[in-house]
């Protein structure tokens, strides 16, 4: 089976700045796969192209579908949440779901109502009345009732509070993700989804820096903590990152040797958001 | 088609003024027959009578008119900037609707909707208006506003109004779509900035005045075109009201140029015009998404 999406040699240039440098990459169905990378390094430029929202250089496949010439088609089988607070403020929550079943050939009415029934939101409430939490879930009610192979989420929770990211998160695992669906999410606070994630790719300055699965990372990466006696012997292992810590100094090793590099201290699978950090930062030492 | 009919009930839902100015506008003129002076003209012929009525009715009509091309204007500006600018244009554009048809179902918003709703609401307000004149008014001025023919004549007039401006402001509205599409702000400004510009540079650097003269004829030609304005052998009538000569077409059927209006090469360059400009305002939406 070809992969759900398909990048390659992805190029996307605004003028004289280069927001994605002949970008590769592949996502799997039935993934739950993290863009990570800081602010501007390209994220929201690749989702755009992938959405068929602005046009680009190399190539591109997402759901067999070329984006940007045939988006209304791609739209049947994907759907996208760009940031919070882009529901049209005029529209009224009964209205919204109206328009979406009404053009939306996917769109099932009764299960947009039954999760809007969880909220306490009504019906005849226009989205400008609503706070930026009660418009995040109108909707993740509206999205989740399209019978989509592929969600891409852009920054979902950006300005919403802990209980507001929290429960936007666990309607996003509990009531939707099944092994038929795909979901894509970018987001710069990665703590927030590491534990949701199959796979991650990190991205900066528009050039990928990592593209592994989760499981992946705890084989191909260690890190060990290293009393300061033994910091120059565990440095000659050559580390692509050091982090000091409170007397200790944490390394980071990609294709570790775990026999040798335990002599040194504890090994341990970094995590995603230590991990991220170490990539990026050790890119730049 | 599904779609369409969605994408227009969605235009009524954003823009509630398409149906509340008609609605105002109306309100007003029916208060005006209600409280106003209505013995204002005597007139003792049929002629009189009849030129009376068809002047008091047209006016309402063109009152409506005049005000909708206004809104009109305005609404073309507005309509695919206003989604850019809050950002919604991202919520949209996630739905499995074609950027054509979101440019095609807003020009015909413009061109044929919202001119419909304000014909309905101005035969509206002229029943009302008669009903109530023809109540507290001298039988004369009453009767005169009650001609069956003169009403049909003037839904015709309406009609043929609303086709044959659509198609000769289409370019126009294409214009103002493609400036709605691209602008990051100040839309009126860009929408009069371009042709002006365009209109001095020539006449600075050729000493020639021919995109002033097409943009102007654009604008005001219309009606010389889709009427006709010469008053020839019976078709126009004149009578003597209140001390002031009115000169009023006889009957519509000769004041239509239709023909005229149908065959003229001007007609058909600016269709073929507006279909450049709306597809230029197509692949502006298709690149442009918020601001």
């Known amino acids: 089976m070809p992969p759900l999406i398909e990048a390659r040699d992805l190029t996307k240039k605004y003028g004289a700045h280069v927001a994605l440098d002949g970008v590769n990459f592949a996502v799997e169905a039935g993934r739950i796969v993290g863009l990570i990378g800081p602010n501007g390094a390209g994220k929201t430029s690749a989702l755009r192209a992938l959405l068929g929202l602005t046009a680009y250089q190399g190539h591109l496949q997402v759901l067999g579908h070329e984006p940007f010439g045939e988006r209304t088609a791609l739209m049947n089988d994907a759907c996208f949440i760009a940031d919070v607070a882009v529901l049209p403020p005029w529209l009224r929550v009964d209205q919204a779901i109206d328009f979406v079943a009404g053009v939306h050939p996917r769109f099932r009415r009764d299960r947009a109502l039954s999760l809007l029934a969880k909220t306490q939101i009504a019906g005849k409430r226009r989205i400008r009345e609503l706070s930026k939490g009660m418009k995040t879930q109108v909707h993740l009610a509206l999205t989740m009732a399209i019978d989509a192979k592929l969600l891409v989420l852009d920054e979902p929770t950006l300005g919403l509070d802990i209980l507001a990211r929290r429960a936007f998160y666990d309607a996003l695992v509990n009531d939707y993700m099944d092994e038929t669906r795909t979901i894509l999410i970018t987001t710069h606070q990665v703590e927030e989804i590491e534990n949701l994630l199959t796979d991650v790719i990190f991205i900066d300055k528009g050039r990928i820096v990592l593209d592994c699965s989760v499981e992946g990372i705890a084989t191909r990466y260690a890190a060990v903590t290293v009393a300061a006696d033994q910091l120059e012997a565990a440095r000659a292992q050559r580390p692509f990152y050091e982090r000091r810590l409170l007397g200790k100094v944490v390394l980071y090793f990609e294709h570790p040797d775990r026999d040798k590099l335990a002599r040194y201290g504890e090994l341990h699978a970094p995590s995603v958001s230590d991990l991220f950090v170490a990539k990026l930062s050790g890119e730049a030492q | ?291």
Request: net charge positive.
């Open chain 2, 1 to 291: 088609m599904n779609t369409y009919w969605w994408l227009i009930r969605r235009e009524f839902w954003e823009n509630r003024a398409i149906w509340l100015i008609p609605a105002v506008l109306g309100g007003l003129l029916v208060l005006a027959a209600l409280f106003g002076r209505v013995e204002f003209i005597a007139h003792n012929s049929p002629l009189q009578g009849r030129v009376f009525g068809g002047v008091v009715l047209f006016a309402f009509g063109a009152t409506f008119f005049a005000v909708m091309s206004i809104y009109a204007t305005w609404y073309l500006l507005d309509c695919l900037y206003a989604d850019r600018k809050d950002r919604s244009v991202l919520f949209w554009k996630s739905l499995p609707i074609s950027d054509t048809a979101t440019v095609l179902c807003k020009l015909a918003t413009a061109l044929l909707v919202i001119p419909l709703v304000y014909f309905a609401a101005a035969d509206l307000t002229t029943l009302m208006m008669a009903f109530i004149v023809s109540i507290r008014a001298s039988s004369t001025v009453g009767s005169s506003l009650w001609q069956s023919d003169l009403w049909l004549q003037l839904q015709v007039l309406w009609l043929y109004l609303i086709i044959t401006s659509a198609i000769w402001y289409l370019p126009i509205a294409a214009w103002l779509l493609i400036v709605s599409a691209w602008a990051k702000r100040g839309v009126m400004l860009w929408s009069i900035l371009p042709p002006l510009a365009l209109f001095l540079a020539e006449r600075w650097f050729l000493g020639t005045h021919i995109v002033g003269d097409q943009l102007w004829e654009r604008l005001v030609g219309f009606g010389r075109l889709a009427f006709n304005g010469h008053p020839g052998a019976g078709s126009w009538v004149s009578t003597t009201v209140d001390n002031n000569v009115v000169t009023t077409p006889a009957g519509i059927w000769n004041f239509l140029n239709v023909e005229g209006f149908f065959s003229s090469p001007e007609t058909w360059i600016g269709v073929a015009v507006g279909v450049v400009l709306i597809v230029c305002a197509i692949q502006l939406r298709l690149r442009r998404t918020e601001i």
